[in-house]
């Protein structure tokens, strides 16, 4: 019974020591040599999907430079493996370990902050709808008895249905898995209208046979910060993150890297998103912070 007891006590032990070091990142990869970087496949220029297991990105490669100076803090090389995440367990897949770095377009807003960290604001977003060219289709208030597109997870039609020009507009909702799928429900004529953050609209729109065919219209729904997400209470990586970022801001690279992304030709189709920076983005990139989108409802 005592080996039984002393046995269970060991394990116990072990497993206290496992889920300490998934609280922290640094000890965890310096003991590993491996961080696990979230990737989006279809997340506009902030992280998408070159195939082969492959992806970029404007928050990939900022999550890239992160990494670097994760090696510099551990003292070792680390290997980087990619982790396919959707916008329904990306939070879960950050609380559980699998994934050390969430690098793709989660919004930072004050329910998710009680599961997890965000670093310092690194672009932030307009809510906006993207129908057919041809459909005739210019507000919310004309989305009455229509389909609406939006991705599973996302806050999107939450956020449509709350604005005070859907008042009164019933329409249904049609979910795609992840944006890739929601814009083809669009593409085919499943749904009239996709309801999604612009740059993502606009990086599907790029990427699509026929670009001309869709537009951008109607109101704009909410201004969100848009950050890199990781665990929770993890005080030393936040502070690497966020210490390497406000360094971009600072220098200048940043911008430099936005506009790799979102105004010039981007791989595999050499296609641009055409989005220049907004004067919101470069207001966080003047003030750095990590403040939740309830902060910027504030009037």
Not at 92 to 121: H, M, W, Y
Not at 159 to 168: I, V, W
Not at 199 to 214: C, E, R, V, Y
């Amino acid at each position: 019974m005592k080996k039984h007891l002393l046995a269970f006590a060991v394990a116990a032990l072990a497993a206290g020591g496992a889920l300490a070091q998934a609280g922290d990142t640094l000890a965890k990869v310096k003991s590993s040599g491996v961080i696990t970087m979230g990737v989006r496949d279809s997340s506009g220029a902030l992280s998408y999907t070159l195939g082969d297991g492959k992806y970029a990105g404007f928050h990939v490669e900022l999550c890239q430079r992160i990494i670097g100076n994760v090696e510099k803090a551990v003292g070792r090389k680390v290997d980087v493996k990619y982790q396919s995440v959707t916008s329904q367990n990306r939070i879960p897949l950050v609380q559980n370990g699998t994934v050390d770095i969430e690098c793709g377009s989660t919004t930072n807003n004050a329910a998710r902050q009680k599961d997890v960290s965000f670093a310092v604001t690194t672009y932030v977003e307009e809510v906006r709808i993207a129908v057919k060219a041809n459909s005739g289709i210019t507000s919310i208030s004309q989305l009455k008895d229509r389909n609406v597109a939006t991705t599973t997870g996302t806050t999107s039609v939450q956020l449509l249905r709350k604005h005070e020009r859907a008042t009164g507009i019933d329409f249904k909702e049609v979910f795609g898995k992840d944006h890739a799928d929601s814009f083809l429900l669009l593409e085919s004529g499943r749904a009239d209208a996709f309801v999604m953050d612009g740059q993502i609209l606009a990086g599907n729109i790029a990427a699509s046979k026929s670009p001309a065919d869709f537009r951008i219209v109607g109101e704009v729904l909410s201004v969100e910060p848009i950050a890199i997400m990781f665990r929770k209470d993890d005080p030393a990586f936040k502070k690497l993150a966020d210490d390497t970022l406000r360094d971009m801001m600072k220098s200048g690279d940043i911008a430099k890297l936005y506009d790799k992304w979102f105004v010039q030709p981007i791989p595999p189709k050499n296609t641009r998103v055409g989005l220049p920076v907004s004067e919101a983005t470069k207001a966080v990139w003047a003030n750095p912070n990590d403040k939740p989108v309830e902060d910027y409802a504030k009037k």
